[in-house]
Structures are given as structure tokens and as C-alpha cells.
């Protein structure tokens, strides 16, 4: 189930989610290998979407939030 990665890394626009085997993550690979144009925008899509993650200190202050309720 592929449930939780696409909960964390969208619905398949960042990540490429592949079939937990050898030729799964072949297949998926190369894929990308293969699609230059499908390898950039995820690339993109992947760098936009870190830059709206919080950094550490941020993290740091929610974590300590969270413990302090």
C-alpha cells in the first residue's frame, strides 16, 4: 500500500512510486532515465515543495510546542 508516500510526497507529481522488487524499481527507473522532459519537472516539482518544508529550527519550535501542550 502506497498510501502513506503519497500522503508525504503528493500523488505521483514529485516522487515516482514503484512496485517493491527488482524489476519495479528497474522499471521505474528507467522511466525516468528514459523521459528527460518527466525527470526535470520532477526534479522542479521536488525542489518547490522542500523549500515550503520547515527548516530545523522551525521543526525544532513545533516539536517543542507539541510537547509542551
Not at 8 to 33: F, K, N, Q, R
Not at 46 to 57: E, I, S, W
Not at 59 to 64: G, R
Amino acid at each position: 500500500d502506497t498510501h502513506i508516500n503519497r500522503v508525504h510526497y503528493g500523488t505521483g507529481e514529485i516522487a515516482v512510486l514503484a512496485e517493491p522488487s527488482v524489476d519495479g524499481v528497474a522499471e521505474a527507473v528507467m522511466g525516468l532515465l528514459l523521459n528527460e522532459a518527466m525527470r526535470q519537472e520532477r526534479v522542479k516539482r521536488g525542489l518547490d515543495y522542500a523549500a515550503g518544508m520547515p527548516d530545523v529550527a522551525q521543526a525544532a519550535a513545533t516539536f517543542e510546542g507539541i510537547l509542551m501542550r
